[in-house]
């Protein structure tokens, strides 16, 4: 399937009226079973289907290494990817998300539900980063987003090493692109604890909640986070940059990590 | 609660480092109870949440009118929504949103579950606007965007007559910014069959679901929209704007309704 199509369009500037052809982003409903349970369906960019299926699951905590996972199949025609994992699955436990709700649940460093207030560790990584590397990365990533320049419509994730960008991928949605890279390191067995990753994309409490269970040590954003995405930071020693374009970023919390 | 909060941050400026206070958006976990049933935990801007509750119960079908709902209570301190109902809720059925897939799954105009197959149909309103009007609305809309200039962490969607602005509001989600327009139109009985929305987000199959559930005939958007989303609004006679900037901006399908 096309991750990109020509189409016809009427382009208005001021009083000026053109018919015109535009390059414009598809997107594809993929639906996930696990052990025969349908579990979730996502619109997406239709590539990397089986990243996302493994980030996904990891995410959601289905999975915790690529060993869990049995087998996968995915029918393109039908946009169904079928999962076998080691675990049972219990469709009225885990299949119904119910929140995790505490007297406390507005204060820094809460979440939505019990697996992840239990399992959730704070990420220790040693790694350290320049800002001159920030900069030439954030450069580098900015190069690689192809789909976005034709189209204007999709998000961007980079996993980073230092100044270079390892995997990079493109997607309509950020968390999917965020799932995307996720999943490729856990299927190729590339290790995040030393690692940066880029986001084109607002940084939410459920975005920094992947990276604390990718236990990767640093996010960073062309765009803003939330103050909860910044206290959840705080607390699992993630070092968080945002509005990162050009020669500026803004650094909201373990700062020790970047040196000058 | 607040919906900003000023946070110390560390600002980087190629080799320049500057310790400032910077303006940061705010997020709340909010968890839906219909007629006792866990439903639904959205994070999102803390106010306009019983807008926020109505369209996304609307969005979903849950309810179609206002007298649909008997009774909502909010509870901030926890977090929790509880709305009830007059039709019963099946748990099964009506909570797990599984896939409606067909062989034609991914043809022009399709959908993702039955409901939405049977029950959308054709927006037949014969609302006109002009270039100038858009122009105007758009400018509108951006002034009135405070919380995206203090904060850049902000989508916003905006209900409009003509060229002026009726309701704006901002959340930190576009599809919550939207749910709180068709929330706040179907509490306080504002009909849309007449009116425009303007969004700050990119148009992807959800969102164009939801305008053409809500009967809007425009849908305006400063970003990209999704092939999906064109095929749709083509379908269900939606009248699509991309790329809404200063003076230029798109159309993408019902062009009709467009006059210079």
């Given at each position: 399937m096309k991750i990109r199509e020509t189409l016809p369009i009427i382009r208005i500037t001021g009083d000026k009226k053109e018919n015109l052809s535009d390059t414009i982003v598809t997107e594809t409903p993929i639906t996930i079973f696990l052990n025969d349970q349908e579990i979730a369906t996502i619109i997406c960019t239709p590539e990397n289907i089986l990243y996302l299926t493994a980030g996904y699951l990891f995410s959601e905590r289905f999975?915790?290494?690529?060993?869990?996972?049995i087998g996968t199949e995915y029918n393109e025609k039908n946009g169904i990817v079928r999962v076998e994992i080691k675990k049972q699955i219990d469709p009225l436990k885990?299949?119904?998300?119910t929140r995790f709700i505490?007297?406390?649940?507005?204060?820094?460093?809460?979440?939505?539900n019990a697996a992840d207030a239990v399992l959730c560790k704070k990420v220790e990584s040693n790694m350290h980063i320049t800002t001159n590397e920030i900069i030439t990365v954030i450069r580098q990533a900015q190069l690689s987003s192809r789909l976005f320049r034709e189209t204007g419509g999709v998000h961007s994730a980079a996993l980073c090493s230092g100044s270079k960008v390892v995997f990079f991928i493109e997607d309509i949605g950020r968390h999917n692109a965020l799932d995307k890279i996720i999943g490729r390191c856990l299927l190729e067995g590339m290790p995040m604890d030393d690692k940066m990753i880029i986001t084109s994309g607002r940084i939410s409490s459920e975005v920094l909640l992947k990276i604390i269970k990718a236990e990767v040590p640093i996010l960073i954003s062309r765009s803003a986070p939330t103050t909860k995405a910044v206290s959840l930071s705080k607390v699992f020693g993630i070092t968080l940059v945002g509005f990162a374009r050009g020669k500026k970023f803004n650094i909201y919390s373990n700062e020790w990590r970047v040196t000058c």
């Open positions: 999975i915790r290494t690529k060993e869990d996972i885990d299949l119904r998300h505490t007297p406390g649940c507005m204060s820094p460093g809460s979440f939505y």
